[in-house]
Structures are given as C-alpha cells and as structure tokens.
C-alpha cells in the first residue's frame, strides 16, 4: 500500500468517525427537543404524575390511555418515563400512578435501568406521596410480575402510601385492566373517560397473501415467512413496531365441541353466529362439564384466546406487512394457538384480525449513525425491518451479528442478508451456527470481535438486539457488560443507544 493510499485511508477514517460523531449529537439534541413528558395544566392544581416503564410499548400505551381518562375528568396530569425520573421529582409528586412491565425473569425494561440503579437502589422522602401501581407481566415466568412488586415494596419502604392494592395483569387480560380503569375513573371523579380507555383497542382485517417456509429441513421448529395485505384504509408503522394478531381456534376444533354439546353453530350469539364466538375463546379439553348449559352460559365461562404480538419484519415501502413465525407444538403434539392459526390454519386469501402497535422503546434513530444489529432465529424479523428502512434511506454503516442452527438449513433469510454484504449494504457480517463446526452462538461471535464492538461504540453506534431471551438476550448483555462496563451499558440504554426487543 503506497503511503498516498495510506494517508487516503486515515482522513476517510477521520472523516467517517466525526460524521459518527455528528450524527450522534444530532440524534441527541433531536431527543432533548422531543417532549419526554405530556402534561395538562391546571391552575392551582397539582397535576397527577403518569410514570410508565415499558419494554414493548404496552406500558406507554397504558399509560396515555390513563392520562386521558384523568383528563376528562378535568384532573391536570404529567406523564413520563421513570427513567426520566429521580427522587426529587418523586418526593415533589403528590398523587402518581405507575404503570410498569416486567421483562425476562423478573426484569424491570430495558429503559429503567438508569431508574433501578440510581433510585430504587438509594432512598428518597415520600410520605407525602399517594400512589397507584399496575404490574404487567406473562404468568409464564417465574418470577411474574417482579418489577413491579419490587417498586411496589420500595415505593412503600421510602413512606408512600398505596390508593390501592397492587393490580397484577398477566399477558394483558382485560379483568385487571378493568380494574385499573375503575380505579382511574374514581380518581378523575368521572366514567365518561371509559370510551377513550378503551381495553382493547380496535382490530382490523387484514388478508394473508402469502405463507413461505423458509427453513424446510430446519433442526429446529419449521419458520415462515407471512405476507398480509390490509382490508381498509392505509395503516402505516415503522421498523420496531409490533404486530398484535387476534388468534382463532381452527374450525374443526369449534365443530367438535358444538357437536359434542349439540349446539348449533349457525345460532345467534354476540352480534354474529355462536360458531365464530367460539372460535375466538379457550376451548375445554373436557367439554361433557358444560353440557346442559345454555350458550350464552358457555360463552361466559369460556375465556378469550390471549393475543399473541410479532415483530414486524417489514416496512411500508415493502407494500405489504410481513411476519416471521416459527410453529410451536406443546407437549402433546398440538400446534400452538398463535403459530398453529398463522401457519396452517388461517387459508390464503383468509382474513386475520390484527392492530399495530407503536414500540418506541424498539426505535432507531434516523441519522446516518453506525449501528449494530444483534439477533437470533426469528428475531431476525425486527432486525431485517430496521435494516430496510437504514438500506432505504442510504444509510450503510450497518454490522449484523445473527446465529442458528444451521447454515445449511436454518440461514433465514440467508440470501437477503448475503445480497445486502455483497452490495455494500452491510459494513460487516457476523455469522454463528450452533450445530456446525465449530460451534458457537452469536454472543460467542460478539465476543470474538470485542474490540471491534469497543470502536464502533466509541464511535456512536447504536445497538440493536431481538430474539430470543433464553440464552441470547442474557448472552449478549453478559459480553456487552465484559467489553464495555455495566456502568457504560447503563448509560448506553439511557440514551438510547442500547435497545432490545426479546421474547
């Protein structure tokens, strides 16, 4: 190499890092302008604080949907994420409710790092404080609900004082949530916020045009690709965003049950016919218990199908919304819920019931910054979505860290992600198979390039994790921790340059 041609390097060497470095200011100041908080003013008033921590947005939305239901009860309210939080603004509160997510096994969000560290791990004075809290969580993990508990037993420890018991929601079931509601109204001193704190929100058909497996002699559970088209309007989202799909029990299964009772299907029941109300509800194993009953009984004490949520795989410049689905089967043999409907059972050309979901905490900046995309089997999804959006807009200092089962067989979307290297699209590619030689997993590969990792940080990357939470997400978080600190990885999901999107 000639030393014109070295010198050449090192000024596009410094010009990129101090693009890097503006591109970074600028991301920051965009924060700084954006309103972290919503208040109503009242004169007079002390306005009720709205504190949220959310993983996947559910909690924001929650949040703004309390907000509303204060506010039409005229009552002056200040919304904000906790980590924006400290004890003074706590201890200067005289009413707040918390409506916070726990994440993994027992974990607080992502984005309350800087709040459990530099807060709850410190006292503060709040006696003068009355407070509300809402737990959300998945009933599925051990440690269910552990956030919140644990912010509940701090916040009473400092001398606040509950309004209320603690309302646990499991998976967002719409009982708790009711609950809640109830409480909010009776603080706003009104119902009539009921309509904008709606528990559900509305679902839109959506048709299904396309259903590709992409891992046909897949070692692990066979992945598809699904392509849906929307019904009415134009619903638009960006990359991050989720995807909430209302599941249907396939239609034998509905058949079963209606003639083991001796029902009719085509009979009236909930503005439609009884066989479409049980679709969308919990079908017994046993059924002979509820024979006898009128239908409307059985749909009572039948509770509805739980939502299932998907990382969007694509943008709206794709022309279409995409999901990456991996069919599940429980112990028996029987096709999940979710999975079984998406892979197999819904037809194509079959309408689906799905709404968008805003996921801030899964955002990424707009500017033309480095970023590091790190992820596993179907989290991939969310990643591919950010990597259209980046390729779109012409941005290219992308690196992606992806792992496996198999090249040979498990390589989602393995010619995509090839297409994207060989155009340039990709500053660098980081593959990990667990089952070919030698083996390793995608924290083993970020750990293999530590000090890579360590000059793309220096240079304002952002880091972008999605898949799984078993053996990834604490994977990565454990080297990210090796290479960087816990105290930098701390600062780094403040800014918002660290954000996850795990399952």
């Known amino acids: 190499m000639s030393p014109d041609t070295e010198r050449l390097l090192a000024a596009s060497a410094v010009l990129a890092a101090y693009a890097a470095f503006c591109g970074v200011i600028a991301w920051r100041a ?15 008033a002390s306005p009720v604080l709205v504190a949220y921590a959310s993983q996947t947005g559910f909690a924001e939305e929650q949040a703004q949907r309390t907000a509303a239901v204060l506010q039409a009860g005229a009552v002056p309210v200040h919304v904000s994420d906790v980590d924006s939080l400290d004890a003074k603004a706590l201890s200067s509160a005289r009413r707040a409710l918390f409506l916070v997510s726990t994440t993994g096994e027992g974990d607080a969000p992502d984005s309350a790092a800087r709040f459990v560290r530099q807060v709850m791990g410190g006292a503060a004075t709040l006696k003068g404080l009355d407070y509300g809290l809402l737990a959300l969580g998945d009933r599925s993990y051990v440690r269910y609900c552990d956030f919140g508990r644990r912010l509940d037993g701090w916040l009473q420890a400092q001398g606040a004082t509950p309004l209320f018991s603690r309302i646990e929601v499991d998976g967002g079931a719409t009982d ?51 392509a849906f088209e929307p019904l009415a309007g134009q619903p638009t989202w960006r990359a991050g965003d989720i995807a909430v799909l ?53 749909l009572e004490q039948l509770t509805r199908l739980p939502r299932r949520e998907y990382s969007i795989a694509s943008v709206p410049e794709d022309g279409r919304l995409e999901l990456l689905v991996r069919q599940v089967r429980n ?91 060989a155009a340039g699209g990709l500053a660098r590619l980081d593959l990990a198979f667990s089952r070919d030689e030698p083996r390793r997993y995608v924290q083993d590969a970020l750990r293999d390039e530590t000090p890579m990792l360590r000059r793309w940080v220096d240079a304002g990357a952002v880091i972008l994790v999605c898949g799984s939470l078993q053996g990834m997400a604490p994977g990565v978080h454990a080297v990210l921790q090796e290479a960087l600190g816990t105290d930098t990885l701390t600062e780094l999901a403040a800014q918002g340059r660290y954000r996850r999107d795990v399952y």
């Open 331 to 421: 112990e028996a043999g029987g096709l999940g819920i979710g999975s079984g409907w998406l892979t197999t059972h819904v037809p194509i050309g079959g309408e689906v019931a799905l709404r968008l979901r805003s996921n801030q905490a899964f955002r990424a900046p707009e500017q033309d910054m480095p970023m590091i995309f790190i992820g596993n089997g179907t989290g991939i999804a969310g990643l591919r979505a950010h990597l259209h959006a980046r390729l779109r807009a012409g941005h290219r200092q992308n690196w992606l860290l992806f792992g496996e089962r198999s090249r040979a067989s498990d390589f989602l979307c393995g010619e995509e992600i090839e297409g994207w290297l």
């Open 30 to 44: 965009a924060r700084r302008r954006r309103p972290a908080t919503t208040t109503a003013a009242m004169p007079g």
């Open 246 to 298: 209302a599941p249907r029990n396939p239609p034998r299964a509905v058949q079963a049950l209606l003639a083991t009772l001796g029902f009719n299907g085509e009979a009236p029941a909930e503005g439609g016919a009884l066989s479409a109300a049980l679709a969308t509800r919990q079908l017994p194993s046993d059924a002979s218990a509820l024979s006898g009953q009128s239908a409307a009984t059985l």
């Open 176 to 226: 708790a949530l009711h609950r809640w509601q109830t409480h909010v109204e009776g603080i706003a001193g009104t119902a009539q916020g009921r309509a904008s704190f709606a528990i559900e929100p509305e679902f839109a058909p959506w048709r299904l045009v396309e259903r590709r497996i992409l891992n046909p002699n897949g070692l692990g559970g066979p992945v598809f690709r699904l």
